[in-house]
């Protein structure tokens, strides 16, 4: 499967940051100027619980060759990058973050990109899979 290669890295990049936000939540948010209280680090831990369970979906699927199954996986997987950019990005602009947050927009913007070209070309083999068929 072509698409094998994102699966694995968004899986281990989903498990990293989600660890950094499940037990160092403090740290992680540090640089971006974000006072972390009790209530804050247990929103950030919800969200790294999320991102592993995300990465363990990618990983669970790196080996999947249904189109359907493989589709639905990643326009999850767009879908997050799509919000998380659009988050991302109202912060830098309004000023929420400073700018040592863009790094975040990079990530996004890269993933996104990568997903959405993986799902353009899923959609498209099972097509060519059936016009081969007929022929």
């Given at each position: 499967?072509?698409?094998?290669?994102?699966?694995?890295?968004?899986?281990?990049?989903?498990?990293?940051?989600?660890?950094m936000l499940l037990f160092?939540?403090?740290?992680?948010?540090?640089?971006?100027?974000?006072?972390?209280?009790?209530?804050?680090?247990?929103?950030?831990?919800?969200?790294?619980?999320?991102?592993?369970?995300?990465?363990?979906?990618?990983?669970?699927?790196?080996?999947?060759?249904?189109?359907?199954?493989?589709?639905?996986?990643?326009?999850?997987?767009?879908?997050?990058?799509?919000?998380?950019?659009?988050?991302?990005?109202?912060?830098?602009?309004?000023?929420?973050?400073?700018?040592?947050?863009?790094?975040?927009?990079?990530?996004?913007?890269?993933?996104?990109?990568?997903?959405?070209?993986?799902?353009?070309?899923?959609?498209?083999?099972?097509?060519?899979?059936a016009s081969a068929r007929?022929?």
């Open positions: 499967m072509r698409f094998r290669w994102l699966l694995i890295v968004s899986a281990v990049l989903a498990w990293l940051f989600g660890l160092n939540a403090r740290q992680f948010e540090a640089p971006v100027g974000i006072d972390v209280s009790d209530k804050v680090a247990t929103i950030a831990q919800t969200q790294g619980a999320i991102l592993i369970g995300l990465g363990v979906i990618n990983w669970m699927t790196r080996r999947v060759t249904d189109a359907t199954a493989l589709s639905a996986v990643l326009t999850g997987n767009l879908v997050v990058q799509l919000l998380s950019l659009g988050i991302a990005a109202r912060a830098l602009v309004l000023r929420i973050i400073p700018m040592q947050g863009a790094p975040a927009v990079v990530v996004h913007v890269v993933l996104g990109t990568a997903f959405a070209i993986a799902l353009t070309r899923v959609r498209r083999e099972p097509a060519a899979d007929a022929a």
